[in-house]
C-alpha cells in the first residue's frame, strides 16, 4: 500500500510538474517578440540601443543621442515601440531599410551616409510611398507586429537584373532600399516567395551581393528644410512630395496591403477592399487634374473629419505613450519651429 502510494503521489507531482511547464512556455511564447522600454529621462541613445538589444534591429539615426527622453512601453509589439520612440523622439518617417552593395566595403559606405544620403552620393533611393489620398482607408487594416514580417512574391516575369526585382520589392513592402546607383548586376533567378527579412538578403544572394537590414530614423527638420525635402502631411506637403518619392501606383495598393487585408474577417475584407478601390479611381482622377483643382480636392477630403481622424491615427497611437508634460513639451517644440520658420 505504501509503494503504491507513494507511485500515485510522483505520478501526481509530475502532473503538476507537466502543467507548469507548460504554462511557462505558453507564458513566454506570449510574450515572445515583444519590446520593454521604460526609460524616465533617459539619453535616446540608451533607448535606441535597448530596442536594438531586444529585437536585433539596429537604428540608424541624425537625432541627437544624448537628448534625454521619456518613454514607458511594456510589452508591446516591434511596431508599437517603434511608434513610440517616433513620438517620444519627435521624429516621424522612420522606415525598414535594406542596403544592398557588391562588398561589405560597398556597405560600410552606404551605412556611413544614413539616414539620408545626399542625393550627389552617387546612392539610389527606392521607395513608394501609399499617396495622401488612400490614407483614409489604412485606419481599418491591423498593423504589422514587426515590420521585418512583410511578405514579398516577386513575379517570376520580373527582368533577371537587381534593381528592377529591388524596386518590385520596395513597391510590394514599406521599405526603402539603398544601393549604388551605377550598379544592377545580373540575378540567377527571381527570389522565392516569403518574409521580406529574408526575401532581400536571398536577393542579394543571387545577385553575388551583399544585403544589410536596419531601421533608419530621420531627425526633424525645420519646417522650411522639411519642405524642400520630405512631405509634410496635408495638401501642400503632398503636393511637393509629388516630384520626390514616388507615389505606389494606384494599381499596387492592394497588392501591398493585401496580406493586412486578409487578416480581417471575412465580412470586413470586401469592404476596406472597396474602399481602397474607390480611393484609387479618386487618385487617378485626381492625377490628371490642374494643381489649383487636386488641391481643392486634397483640401476637402482633409476637412472630412472621419478622414483627419483616420489618417492621424497612427501619429495619435504614439502620442499616447508619452506623458502629458512630454506631449505638452513636443507641441511647444512645434510653435518654436513654426515661428522660426516664418522668421527665417
Not at 31 to 50: A, I
Not at 164 to 175: G, H, K, T
Request: a positive charge.
Amino acid at each position: 500500500m505504501l509503494r503504491e502510494l507513494i507511485v500515485r503521489v510522483q505520478l501526481l507531482w509530475g502532473s503538476v510538474g507537466a502543467l507548469l511547464l507548460l504554462w511557462l512556455g505558453m507564458w513566454i511564447s506570449g510574450w515572445w517578440g515583444t519590446v520593454t522600454l521604460e526609460f524616465e529621462n533617459k539619453p535616446l541613445g540608451r533607448v535606441l540601443d535597448s530596442f536594438t538589444v531586444q529585437t536585433q534591429l539596429p537604428i540608424f539615426t541624425d537625432l541627437d543621442r544624448a537628448r534625454l527622453v521619456t518613454i514607458q512601453v511594456r510589452r508591446v509589439t516591434i511596431t508599437e515601440a517603434l511608434d513610440a520612440i517616433q513620438a517620444s523622439a519627435e521624429s516621424r518617417g522612420g522606415r525598414l531599410t535594406f542596403l544592398l552593395a557588391p562588398d561589405a566595403a560597398g556597405l560600410a559606405r552606404i551605412r556611413g551616409l544614413l539616414p539620408r544620403p545626399p542625393q550627389d552620393s552617387g546612392i539610389l533611393k527606392l521607395e513608394f510611398w501609399i499617396p495622401f489620398p488612400a490614407m483614409a482607408s489604412l485606419k481599418e487594416l491591423p498593423e504589422w507586429g514587426d515590420p521585418r514580417d512583410q511578405t514579398w512574391q516577386p513575379p517570376t516575369s520580373l527582368p533577371r537584373q537587381l534593381v528592377p526585382v529591388a524596386e518590385n520589392a520596395s513597391q510590394a513592402a514599406d521599405i526603402r532600399i539603398f544601393l549604388p546607383t551605377d550598379w544592377n548586376p545580373p540575378l540567377k533567378k527571381v527570389p522565392p516567395n516569403g518574409k521580406i527579412s529574408s526575401a532581400i538578403p536571398t536577393l542579394a544572394k543571387l545577385a553575388g551581393a551583399k544585403a544589410e537590414m536596419v531601421y533608419v530614423l530621420p531627425a526633424p527638420r525645420s519646417e522650411r528644410d522639411r519642405g524642400r525635402e520630405f512631405p509634410t502631411v496635408g495638401m501642400d506637403g503632398w503636393e511637393a512630395g509629388r516630384s520626390r518619392t514616388p507615389s505606389l501606383p494606384p494599381e499596387k495598393w492592394i497588392e501591398r496591403l493585401e496580406p493586412r487585408i486578409a487578416s480581417l474577417p471575412k465580412e470586413e475584407q470586401a469592404t476596406v477592399r472597396a474602399s481602397l478601390q474607390e480611393s484609387a479611381r479618386q487618385f487617378k482622377e485626381w492625377d490628371t487634374l490642374p494643381p489649383n483643382q487636386r488641391q481643392e480636392k486634397i483640401q476637402a477630403l482633409m476637412q472630412d473629419p472621419a478622414n483627419a481622424e483616420r489618417m492621424s491615427d497612427r501619429f495619435s497611437r504614439g502620442m499616447r505613450r508619452l506623458s502629458p508634460e512630454q506631449r505638452s513639451q513636443r507641441y511647444k517644440g512645434y510653435v518654436e519651429r513654426r515661428a522660426q520658420a516664418k522668421s527665417g
